[in-house]
T-cell receptor, first 110, second 114 residues
Framework: DAKTTQPPSMDCAEGRAANLPCNHS???????VYWYRQIHSQGPQYIIH???NNETNEMASLIITEDRKSSTLILPHATLRDTAVYYC???????????FGTGTRLKVLA | DTGVSQDPRHKITKRGQNVTFRCDPI?????LYWYRQTLGQGPEFLTY????????KSRLLSDRFSAERPKGSFSTLEIQRTEQGDSAMYLC????????????FGPGTRLTVT
């Protein structure tokens, strides 16, 4: 079954890049990888998604390995407001079921 | 604000009581999802609607749980005979049916069963 694995926590200095890894070795060939974040007591917020190529938007960059078994979310200049739990998500192929995993708790330090 | 809304935001109930939660998705979104999130865990998929049709249910959705989306707009999630293990945050999300399925989440309903 689809599964994602992330480190439980990371710290990052304010203004530095935060690199958040995710392992999704069971991902199917045509399924996207999605990243969301959740700030305490709020619903998750969409960040970025990708299939094979690296992606960038105003919030972050996503690097996906060539074999698609892992990816890294990059927040180029982390701020205190980026402190949150970050989830790497995949969909179970052939279903509408999305797997969140336990996420990485990122703490941005002043 | 035209985001996803959920009501109530908090619900405290006694074990054995029935509870119902409501979700109002973004108006043009015809896909709607329910998730459950317990402390320290990521959201777990419960069920999915496309318009009024419930197309997928998780095995987590026991026979005490039922969800509806009668006119393809708002949705309700009912839990009958609540148990302490039902205490969790219940999240609703919606998305467009076409394109990449970016989900917009509501603020959630926090259920506490005493």
């Amino acid at each position: 079954d689809a599964k994602t694995t992330q480190p439980p926590s990371m710290d990052c200095a304010e203004g530095r890049a935060a690199n958040l890894p995710c392992n999704h070795s069971t991902i199917s060939g045509n399924e996207y990888v999605y990243w969301y974040r959740q700030i305490h007591s709020q619903g998750p917020q969409y960040i970025i998604h990708g299939l094979k190529n690296n992606e960038t938007n105003e919030m972050a960059s996503l690097i996906i390995t060539e074999d698609r078994k892992s990816s890294t979310l990059i927040l180029p200049h982390a701020t205190l407001r980026d402190t949150a739990v970050y989830y790497c998500i995949v969909r179970v192929s052939g279903t509408y079921k999305y797997i969140f995993g336990t996420g990485t708790r990122l703490k941005v330090l002043a | 604000d035209t985001g996803v809304s959920q009501d109530p935001r908090h619900k405290i109930t006694k074990r054995g009581q029935n509870v119902t939660f409501r979700c109002d998705p973004i108006s043009e979104h015809n896909r709607l999802y329910w998730y459950r999130q317990t402390l320290g865990q990521g959201p777990e998929f419960l069920t999915y609607f496309q318009n009024e049709a419930q197309l997928e249910k998780s095995r987590l959705l026991s026979d005490r749980f039922s969800a509806e989306r009668p006119k393809g707009s708002f949705s309700t999630l009912e839990i009958q005979r609540t148990e302490q293990g039902d205490s969790a945050m219940y999240l609703c999300a919606s998305s467009l049916a076409t394109g990449v399925y970016e989900q917009y989440f509501g603020p959630g309903t926090r259920l506490t069963v005493t």
